[in-house]
């Protein structure tokens, strides 16, 4: 096992090393051949496809990753960064849960809910010891290795365009390497009409050179259940490229509410893939929150199904890159019902020679009549050398909805700059002032104030330069 440890690569004989280490049903580890086998029958994304011409590849060194680490039994929170000492002892938390390089992992939650049947702890104890509540959810309807993910045509010129979504969006290439070697990441359990009021918080945090970052959150909401989520993500710089491909899956049942907010901090040498999805039933209340601050590439696809009449979806985001960060999203509202509703608003800043794209879908099938659907994204340009490009878009094949959205990119407004250096705030002040300003409304509805403070430290460093 030992020697396992220390290849790099990706290979049948790692997977298999993986699933004994984690101690794994059978049904497991064929999921995992499964996903592996498509992972090699499906091709590299093509510098022409549609989907994937904002973010070339040809620098990305898979060869590089080692597949996973063994855990260290040394390992403690207490051995965390500055900036996370203290959350294992988080009083304003309902629960905790710690996860360290996919393996280690520490989790505590209130006996109070402990007692009504929440369970929270890391994927690989779920599926030790919650293995009926993991089968029946696990990559089975949010992200899954469904083969036509999305539609294409190749066009005269020999470009790969795509001709609209299917019921998902994701890439399959990197989604089925996801399933093949995934480990560690959140999974959370709250039962019927279960209200938990205060938040859980969560952290994946990766020390380990060229360890993959393969965690698999999977929240499972039963009817009536309420809850908090925050998921940080966050690893130690190093030299080496290192490669991550995360998933997330929301399950929420008739009549639940979820605020979930995943916050990406990784440091500039990870490139970060991820595929997070949200199913909602009847009568839900999802608020989700993605946070991405770190890594030096991210491509994202971020996908709420409305499959129940009732439910409403409010995604938010936000965005802050510095020096040549690369942020690559797609977000999906997806009506598959009548009588839902979707509200989005995504705000990114770019300084020095940082990208970003984003691409929002709205889709209204033609069952769901009476859909209220909005999108918007906003860029904020702190640098001539920055560069962002949005593009919203409308599929809609029902005849009674409402839909609308709306981009923005552009710098600082010199007008508020010139009225707060007229009350003697020198400039680069009043920039921080207005960027701080532009992410407030989103950071605000993170509900721990450490939370909040620490991102907003991590954009007053970027502001600066430090």
Known sequence: ????????GFHKDALEALS??????????????EAWHVYNETPMPASNDELWRRTPLQDLRLETVIPFELENSTWSPAQLPAEFQGLADNQDAAGVLVTHNG???????KDEY????????????????????????FMTRAVTLAENRYARHVNEHGITEHQGYNDTIGDLKFASLHGAFWNGGTFLYVPRDVIIEQPIDTLAYFDAPNVGLFTHSLVILEQGASVKLIEDFGSRANEAQRFGSRAVELILKPNSNLQYFNLQD???NVWDFTSQTAILERDTNLTWLAGMLGSAVTKAFLDSRIEGSGANARMLGFFFGDQQQHFDQHTFQNHLVPNGKSDLLYKGALKDKAYSAFRGLIRINPDAQHSDAYQQNRNLLLARTAHADSIPELEIEADDVRCTHGATVGPIEEAAVFYMMARGIPRPEAERLFTEGFFDELIAKIPLEVVQERLFQVIRQKIVGA
């Open 20 to 33: 004994r280490a984690n101690g794994e049903p059978d049904w497991m580890r064929a999921r995992r051949l």
């Open 103 to 109: 393996r280690d992992a520490f989790a505590q939650l």
């Open 266 to 268: 990784w440091a500039y």
């Open 1 to 8: 096992m030992a020697e396992i440890k220390t290849l790099a």
């Open 114 to 137: 402990q007692k009504r049947g929440v369970i929270l702890c890391d994927m690989n104890t779920a599926l030790r010891e919650h293995p009926d509540l993991v089968r029946e959810h």
